[in-house]
């Protein structure tokens, strides 16, 4: 990889992402692809057809030892000591106060528990992980020797399927397996960040390229499209999922998130236990609404949320859909949390009418009929 001190990463992928036009910006300590062709485009390919994610900035960080489970079950508010290997949760590395540390990916693997973390927290989530583990459990960083490639949308079992070993094509909603893709072992799991059916894969680093031209030729049939943090943000916007820095962090609990499901019942202690357990017994002091708005009126995070003409909160994620073709936002609510009109979004001197969104924005697809997630 090319880094030097000062300078952004790149990854693997740098050189693909040229030779496919992208514009390239600095981003969590990386080089990446913003967009390749436009974000309304790359955007409508997932939701319609595929595209084709270099996510290798995101951190690897991975627990060994025979206390490995119980230590997962410590640091985080997942619970897969009774859960089967093969299995996915997603969780939060809580703080002593209850707060987010970060959003995460725990992976229960045959030898091994995978923790997949944000990028921009990769260096903090490893000095935590490091203070709390005590020894009782191997911690090693694998982040900067794993490439991830993820492909989602629609086609995107058809062309997994054509690089991919048969095996792989059954895993379920949220399990990982073992196993080759382009002839590469990688870990593999059906989880992804758009609403839609995906794969996300984890191999070598030096591999990330050989894994990444065999998905793109495989997809070019399907109509697949490399696709940029731009579209990214959008497809994660429309599903109404946290992006950690914006909607969520060390301040912000998992129930007034809207995430409070993360925090899975445990007998045994796990940090934040206690802090946890009053904010679900109290109830969330905020919440975290979302907002549709006109096709002309696109809210920005530090937009002030009004009710009644009187301010109730600010935006933390906002942007256009483009698949709804309108304004849609994220944003805390101190009070007026119940209320379900009078909501309007200020852009700069006007107040621009909101009206309050329950669930997702656009429905998800991310699961084939009758699957469960863990």
């Known amino acids: 990889m090319s880094h030097e001190a000062g300078e952004a990463r790149r990854t693997a992928l740098y050189d693909r992402h040229v030779r496919e036009g992208a514009k390239m910006v600095p981003f969590a300590g990386w080089e990446m692809p913003i967009q390749y062709t436009s974000i309304l485009e790359e955007h409508a390919a997932v939701r319609e057809r595929a595209g084709l994610f270099d996510v290798s900035h995101m951190g690897e960080i991975v627990l060994t030892g025979p206390r490995r489970e119980e230590e997962a079950d410590r640091l985080t508010t997942a619970r897969i000591s009774d859960r089967e290997p093969g299995e996915v949760q997603y969780a939060v590395l809580p703080n002593d106060r209850g707060g987010i540390v970060d959003d995460i990916l725990v992976y ?28 009782r459990a191997t911690v090693t960083d694998r982040s900067l020797e794993t490439s991830q490639v993820a492909v989602q949308g629609k086609r995107a079992r058809a062309i997994f399927a054509q690089v991919a070993e048969p095996d792989l094509l059954r895993l379920s909603y949220y399990h990982a397996a073992r196993g080759k893709v382009a002839g590469v072992p990688a870990i593999v799991s059906r989880t992804g960040y758009t609403g839609e059916y995906g794969y996300e894969v984890y191999v070598p680093w030096a591999e990330g390229p050989r894994v990444w031209d065999a998905l793109l030729d495989a997809g070019r049939s399907e109509g697949i499209a490399p696709v940029g943090l731009g579209a990214r943000d959008s497809l994660r916007l429309e599903m109404r999922y946290c992006l950690y820095g914006n909607d969520i962090d060390e301040t912000t609990n998992p129930f007034e998130a809207g995430i409070g499901w993360v925090v899975r019942k445990k007998e045994t202690d796990f940090v934040g236990k206690e802090a946890l357990a009053a904010a679900r017994k109290s109830g969330a002091r905020r919440k975290l609404a979302a907002f549709r708005l006109g096709p002309r009126d696109i809210p920005r995070p530090g937009y002030e949320i009004l009710h009644k003409g009187r301010k109730v909160g600010v935006v933390t994620s906002g942007g256009f859909s483009p698949t709804l073709r309108a304004g849609i936002a994220l944003g805390y609510l101190e009070d007026a949390a119940d209320e379900e009109e009078g909501f309007a979004v200020r852009i700069r001197d006007r107040e621009a009418p909101a009206r309050r969104q329950k669930g997702a924005f656009v429905a998800s697809s991310v699961k084939e009929e009758g699957e469960e997630e863990s």
């Open 108 to 135: 229960k693997l045959e030898d091994e528990v995978l923790l997949v973390v944000n990028a921009s927290n990769r260096e903090k989530d490893l000095r935590w992980i490091l203070e709390r583990c005590g020894g």
